[in-house]
């Protein structure tokens, strides 16, 4: 029973991970002039639906990296903020990857954009730090029993 309801807590961990990770990646990708202070409002329907997209296409691309890094985690009782921040990190960068093209003969990424990729990058630590303050807190904690409520002291004997 608790597996079921830690499968429950995950999914929902990886579902405001990717919803953060895909404001992230909309706001600095399509919405580079926000660093700029006299570029005036952004229409906000526009917004919305970019970032639903953005959360369709992170949550998408990312399931099946972000899967292993929580049965990894999971499996070992991983608790470390850090290890979800460097997990995020990869799951960003395996992203990206899957995007660019590969070429076989040089084995080489081509149009490989630096900038993109430092989005994803940190897209993804932030996300694995999300990730971590809704599930990752308490990793593992599902195979250990629970411990019985303690005894009341004994009652006082006449």
Known sequence: MALIGRLFVVA???LAASLVAGMIIVTAVFFPEFSDLG?????QGVFQILVGFGFIFISGFALLPAAIIALITEAFSIRSVLAYAIG???VGVACYLSLVPF????WQFDGIVRRHMEIMTGAGIVAGMIYWMIAGRTAGAWRKPRLPP??????PSH
């Open 39 to 43: 570029a005036g409002p952004v229409d």
């Open 103 to 106: 070429d076989t003969d040089t």
């Open 12 to 14: 929902f961990a990886f």
């Open 150 to 155: 303690p005894l009341p002291p004994p009652m």
């Open 88 to 90: 995020g990190a990869v």
